[in-house]
């Protein structure tokens, strides 16, 4: 009867152990960087901007919107020295609509932008033709993200 010897399984496990330890290790080293970073919400400052008239939006931003303005939509633009911030509210079945902007300020880590969209009064004279109410807004780039509210 012949003896089988495992000598060679030994250095496999010992193979997939420093494979299973360097694993571990590269999962920890990641997870590390990406911890969810606390923010605190609290206002700074009011952040100063303009209302953009349509005609005077940047030409790659305007097409953005008209790909966009069917459905409700949020969306930043940056060019050299602004940043645009731009709020849709998607197709409205008629015209009279407007929105107010609640609020815009600087958090430590985020920029609020919040808005609110005003339909028309009942006494209002509609216009029958759907509408895409949307705002523009162009502020100095501060380089931070900004949140929608």
Do not use: H
Not at 110 to 134: H, Q, R
């Amino acid at each position: 009867m012949k003896e089988i010897q495992n000598g060679g399984g030994r250095k496999g496990c010992r193979l997939l152990d420093y494979i299973a330890a360097v694993l571990v290790f590269v999962v920890i080293a990641a997870l590390g960087g990406c911890g969810v970073e606390k923010t605190d919400g609290s206002k700074i400052r009011d952040l100063a901007y303009e209302m953009v008239e349509e005609d005077a939006v940047p030409e790659e931003l305007a097409e953005k919107i008209s790909e966009k303005k069917a459905a409700d939509f949020k969306l930043t633009y940056e060019s050299d020295k602004f940043l645009y911030v731009v709020r849709g509210y998607g197709e409205q079945e008629t015209g009279g609509y407007s929105i107010q902007i609640l609020d815009f300020y600087l958090t430590q880590n985020a920029m609020v932008f919040d808005t609110n969209l005003i339909g028309p009064t009942k006494d209002e004279k509609k216009n029958a033709a759907p509408s895409f109410p949307y705002v523009v807004v162009r502020t100095k780039n501060l380089e931070k993200n900004v949140i929608f509210q």
